[in-house]
């Protein structure tokens, strides 16, 4: 079965630290595109950060240059998004996507309160 699984999200308090993880099974992504998005409840999915098949790296959206990473380890078929000084409007569930399929995570639910 192709899907993708994320898991590291949790509930934390402002300025901490969070590392999401994708894992795909049932087909490799090495050399292909991958991607992060977040929805925050009532909102839009908007595509937080990018990389190549050849790891250049992106971070997309503009509230969180600076303090999210996105990096990837094809012997593992895992994604990464390192996620630092959180803050409470980094509250959303975060979606892993590999576009060449169009094939979504289930999601993982990050909450950041004090």
């Known amino acids: 079965q192709v899907q993708l699984v994320e898991s590291g999200g949790g509930s934390v308090q402002p300025g901490e630290s969070l590392r999401l993880s994708c894992t795909a099974s049932?087909?490799?992504?090495?050399?292909?595109?991958l991607n992060w998005y977040r929805q925050a409840s009532g909102e839009g999915r908007e595509m937080v950060a990018t990389?190549?098949?050849?790891?250049?790296?992106?971070t997309q959206l503009r509230p969180v240059q600076g303090r999210f990473s996105i990096s990837r380890d094809d012997a593992k078929n895992t994604v990464y998004l390192q996620m630092d000084n959180l803050k409470p409007e980094d509250t959303a569930v975060y979606y892993c996507?590999?576009?060449?399929?169009?094939?979504w995570g289930q999601g993982t639910q990050v909450t950041v309160s004090s």
């Open positions: 996507n590999f576009p060449a399929t169009n094939i």
């Open positions: 049932g087909f490799t992504f090495s050399n292909y595109r």
């Open positions: 990389i190549s098949g050849t790891g250049v790296r992106r």
